[in-house]
């Protein structure tokens, strides 16, 4: 089995460091070293110059100017993959990484080179290297967002149905429950139990707030 080198580019701030990482990563075998950039204003709209399997990003202070820069790259260079450098050690930092600059890896202000290249070999195979601590923090995060999405979910009215919708509409015209049923042509207490449902999925109080809330958000729109 033939296997490729992995392509890198450097974009970071500071030359010392860029210089010496591209010496020290050319001495790795299976890994190359594009040109590195200082910049986005070094690379082209289409990001046609880099054939890059990853990124090696600066995340140094101020860390939202470093993520903005992640964004804009991933705009010029769709689906490109970044692992962040010079991370300062905080939770707070190392999961905006994560979840705003969308990272697949990170290595922190203390790193050693040799966490450069495990990290890099790491989102190269489609993996990730994350200390338990961060995997915690990690699955913590994802529970709560998925939990805020549920209640979300869970506080939004239900849909009401095509009858529901009819009789929403007769009582913004006014009408009470019997004249309801006399023009739908269904049975008194067969409204009664619709105008209890749709109270109990718009969350309202009482008719009249359901009416006004359901032409609102325009739910009746398409009703004739």
């Not at 939202?64 to 993959?81: A, H, S, Y």
């Not at 006004?212 to 729109?221: A, F, I, N, Q, W």
């Given at each position: ?22 010496l ?16 986005l ?106 939990h ?14 095509r ?45 009249r707030?359901?009416?006004r ?12």
């Amino acid at each position: 089995m033939v296997h490729q080198d992995i392509r890198i580019v450097i974009f970071h701030s500071n030359r010392l460091l860029r210089e010496s990482l591209l010496l020290a990563l050319a001495q790795q075998d299976g890994i190359v070293v594009s040109p590195e950039v200082s910049g986005l204003d070094q690379i082209h709209a289409d990001g046609a110059e880099f054939q890059s399997d990853l990124f090696l990003v600066e995340a140094s202070a101020p860390l939202q100017i470093c993520l903005e820069q992640v964004r804009c790259l991933q705009t010029i260079v769709p689906g490109c993959k970044t692992i962040m450098l010079d991370v300062p050690n905080t939770d707070e930092a190392v999961l905006a990484c994560i979840e705003i600059g969308g990272a697949s890896g990170y290595v922190l202000d203390n790193g050693s080179f040799d966490d450069v290249v495990r990290n890099i070999l790491a989102v190269a195979a489609g993996e990730t290297v994350c200390s338990p601590h961060m995997a915690n923090l990690a699955f913590a995060r994802i529970s709560t967002l998925a939990h805020q999405a549920n209640s979300r979910r869970a506080n939004q009215p239900q849909s009401l149905t095509r009858r529901e919708q009819d009789i929403i509409e007769s009582i913004e015209k006014g009408l009470c429950n019997k004249e309801i049923a006399v023009r739908l042509g269904i049975e008194l207490s067969t409204v009664k139990n619709h105008v209890h449902n749709i109270l109990d999925k718009l969350k309202l109080q009482d008719r009249r707030s359901a009416a006004r809330y359901v032409k609102e958000h325009g739910l009746t729109g398409n009703l004739h």
